[in-house]
């Protein structure tokens, strides 16, 4: 039998098969794509660690090399991103993304205006920083380090907090197998145990840096700026909803005040590499009246929710002296 490849041959191949052979081709593509997608990891609410800097600040350059120098974040953080919102439509753009989870932190100013008749009025400040903590899920951030050592006691003895106290390897386990349902990365018998060895590493950096945060606010008050949510709005924009709402709050440190920061900056770095002001000419560049915000979403990332805090204690710790004098 001649079986031999000829020009003719295969002209006529092409000629009568070519639809064949596109679809087949098709085939491939899909089944191909269908392993990856399988395989693939799945990025999920919170393994995506996302930083906004609103358009009146900046400095976000900086921060990619922090985190890629430093890498504070745990094992279970799979990308960092950070987005620069422009003029046109920040605030469509910020809502639109955080009505899907994405955000942890934003970089904010927090140049304070007053309305021309109430002048220096405190009750009726207005800023970018107000105007984000008044519209978005902004987490208090000592409700939120509280909230962290109440997830860490989940972990403990009796199922209370204790600053030093061991974690429960059985407690640790079972709660990193459930959530880690459906990760391929955790299939195999030996990643699983290399996985629950890292989800103890994630919660001893998890408590280390609440105990250092629970430091500096109990000892750096002047690192956070305090605010009560709808303030701004039920003075500016009053309305019976909103003065309801303003009536139930309590005044919480929102943001780290990034002037402060500086003020105590280490030797060898510059805060404005991170986080600068580009609201107003006056203090452009600087860092004063900017701010660092945190989103909370705890509902959509009940374990990962709490790597703000690794993140912000490490800001702190690397770019300023005020966790040099805290006790061991």
């Given at each position: 039998m001649d079986a031999r490849i000829t020009k003719r041959r295969l002209s006529e191949m092409l000629q009568y098969d070519w639809v064949k052979i596109i679809g087949m081709v098709i085939v491939a593509i899909v089944v191909w794509e269908l392993i990856f997608t399988v395989s693939a990891v799945r990025v999920k609410t919170g393994q995506n660690f996302k930083v906004y800097y609103y358009p009146t600040a900046a400095g976000a350059s900086g921060l990619y090399e922090f985190n890629d120098e430093k890498q504070p974040l745990s094992y279970d953080v799979l990308e960092f991103s950070i987005e620069t919102l422009t003029t046109d439509y920040a605030d469509t753009i910020l809502n639109t993304r955080l009505s899907i989870g994405e955000g942890d932190l934003i970089v904010?100013?927090?140049?304070?205006?007053?309305?021309?008749?109430?002048?220096?009025?405190?009750?009726?400040?207005?800023?970018?920083?107000?105007?984000?903590?008044?519209?978005?899920?902004?987490?208090?951030?000592?409700?939120?380090?509280?909230?962290?050592?109440?997830?860490l006691a989940r972990f403990m003895e009796n199922g209370e907090y204790e600053e030093d106290g061991s974690f429960l390897?059985?407690?640790?386990?079972e709660n990193f197998v459930t959530r880690m349902k459906g990760d391929n990365r955790f299939r195999k018998e030996e990643n699983r145990a290399k996985g629950v060895a890292w989800e103890i590493e994630?919660?001893?950096?998890?408590?280390?840096?609440?105990?250092?945060?629970?430091?500096?606010?109990?000892t750096v008050p002047e690192l956070f700026l305090t605010y009560t949510k709808y303030q701004s709005a039920a003075?500016?924009?009053?309305?019976?909803?909103?003065?309801?709402?303003?009536?139930?709050?309590?005044?919480?440190?929102?943001?780290l005040d990034v002037e402060y920061l500086s003020q105590h900056q280490k030797e060898g770095v510059q805060v404005i590499d991170i986080a600068n002001n580009c609201a107003s000419e006056a203090n452009w560049g600087t860092s004063k009246d900017v701010a660092v915000a945190a989103f909370d979403f705890t509902a959509d990332q009940p374990d990962l929710q709490y790597e703000i805090i690794v993140f912000l204690t490490a800001l702190v710790r690397n770019y300023s002296t005020l966790l040099d004098s805290m006790p061991v």
């Open positions: 904010v100013d927090n140049e304070i205006s007053y309305p021309d008749d109430h002048k220096d009025d405190a009750m009726y400040a207005k800023s970018n920083l107000y105007n984000v903590v008044d519209n978005y899920t902004v987490a208090p951030l000592d409700v939120l380090n509280e909230n962290a050592k109440n997830y390897a059985d407690k640790v386990e994630r919660l001893e950096s998890l408590r280390a840096a609440t105990k250092e945060f629970s430091y500096l606010l109990d003075h500016n924009r009053p309305s019976e909803d909103i003065q309801a709402a303003y009536e139930k709050q309590q005044s919480h440190p929102y943001a």
